[in-house]
């Protein structure tokens, strides 16, 4: 009955599979989670919600491991079902709540506060808006490139560097306008 | 490169200046500044950008990970669990569906034999002497009456056949006492085949509007016993 019974030698190459499988899972976990948690943090601007995201994102990556083929695009392989787990709760929330909440996300780091500047450059960072937020975070945190970001995002390079540019710009303006952190910028 | 592209440039990704900004940058005092500048602003970016990530993310997700595979496994071999347990559940089913057939009592002659004989000790001191009119009574109830006396009556009790309510009637007969079952007509699949044992024997009588049995000892003359009553047995319309 070779269909319903395994012999010792492949009951051994499973479980070495399933070995493998489970180091090669740890090894992205270990090498991508900061970047993810920092990327759906400056997406959801919600650190619960961030890491419950998080948490979603590497499950499904365990379930589709196997869809992996490239280790190099690995990160963006995690980015692109990142996305596609925010739009689901984006959905859900929908239904969910009638009025979109204000980002928390201020209230809850205690650990920026100190930083007068930071605390502040956090907060403007913040108020750009998604479309300019989501390629700077992506650039800055991630390290992607122009071409990349926009593989990502589904734009064309042209349109990404704009928006890069425009993110840049406006908080730039926003540290000129602002004197109190000039003048610590300078002195 | 004008002053505008030099800046879009350096805005969009100041890290990775390529080799023409980096002339333009040294070629010109004011661009060298700006670049500074820029370069200044991203790295505090990235500092405010790079916010702590909790401590023990990494081993909560791997955690989570374990657990979700543990519990698909669970599922994986309770979903064998459960079909295995419906088949069984249904093997047996199939076994007491087959046993509550008992062949036994396919013959209904032979379940109200049986009746008779768990019912042996009690009719056996038994004498009501039920008149006519009581039994005519309880016979109505199948539509169906006696014109005339069928002799002594030592009760007249309804009783349970499986799904049957039967009229049982104990009678004197030529060898003994004659039981006799009236009972709705019936569409259930049974055996009607007279049967015998070496005490009893057993007769069915399919009429008009009831059922009849017949048990009786086993010299007992069932055709005598039949129209003994049969002839005062009329319907009520």
């Not at chain 1, 090894?27 to 959801?44: E, F, G, N, T």
């Not at chain 1, 079902?81 to 929330?93: M, S």
């Not at chain 2, 034999?113 to 019912?119: K, P």
Request: hydrophobic share 40%; proline share 2%.
């Amino acid at each position: 009955m070779k269909l319903f019974s395994r012999n010792k030698s492949d009951k051994v190459s499973v479980l070495s599979d399933m070995r493998e499988k489970q180091r090669q899972y740890e090894a992205l976990v270990s090498a991508y989670h900061k970047d993810l948690y920092r990327y759906a943090y400056w997406l959801i601007q919600d650190q619960h919600i961030a890491e419950d995201v998080v948490q979603e994102t590497f499950l499904r990556a365990w379930k589709s491991l196997d869809s992996l083929v490239d280790a190099k695009a690995a990160k963006s392989w995690l980015i692109t079902i990142l996305r596609r787990e925010n739009a689901r709760r984006f959905e859900r929330k929908q239904f969910d709540m009638s009025e979109y909440d204000e980002p928390n996300i201020l209230d809850k780091s205690t650990d920026i506060e100190d930083d007068t500047e930071q605390y502040w450059l956090n907060r403007q960072i913040n108020k750009l808006p998604l479309e300019y937020r989501e390629p700077l975070v992506l650039q800055v945190v991630a390290g992607f490139s122009g071409d990349e970001i926009a593989g990502l995002l589904d734009l064309n390079k042209n349109t990404v560097m704009t928006r890069l540019f425009r993110a840049r710009n406006m908080l730039k303006e926003a540290l000129d306008n602002n004197p109190t952190l000039e003048r610590s910028a300078n002195g | 490169m004008d002053d505008l592209e030099f800046r879009r440039k350096v805005f969009a990704d100041p890290k990775h200046l390529d080799d023409e900004i980096k002339q333009a940058a040294q070629a010109d005092a004011s661009k060298k500044r700006f670049v500074d500048e820029m370069q200044n602003l991203e790295s505090k970016l990235e500092r405010a950008m790079k916010v702590d990530v909790p401590d023990d993310l990494a081993s909560r997700i791997i955690l989570r990970q374990s657990l979700d595979q543990h519990k698909s496994e669970q599922k994986r071999k309770m979903t064998w669990y459960m079909a295995t347990a419906a088949s069984v559940a249904f093997a047996i089913g199939i076994g007491f569906s087959q046993m509550s057939q008992d062949p036994e009592f396919t013959n209904i002659n032979q379940l109200a034999m049986q009746h008779v004989y768990d019912d042996a000790m009690y009719h056996a001191s038994l004498d009501l002497d039920v008149p006519l009119t009581e039994v005519n009574a309880k016979l109505a109830g199948y539509g169906a009456e006696l014109t005339d006396s069928i002799g002594h009556i030592y009760s007249a009790n309804y009783c349970q056949m499986q799904a049957i309510r039967a009229l049982h009637l104990v009678i004197d007969g030529k060898q003994g006492q004659v039981n006799i079952f009236v009972m709705p007509k019936t569409d259930v699949e049974l055996d009607w085949q007279h049967i015998a044992d070496e005490k009893m024997q057993g007769k069915a009588s399919r009429l008009q509007g009831v059922d009849v049995i017949y048990i009786a000892p086993k010299q007992e003359d069932m055709q005598q016993v039949q129209s003994h009553l049969e002839n005062k047995l009329k319907w009520r319309i």
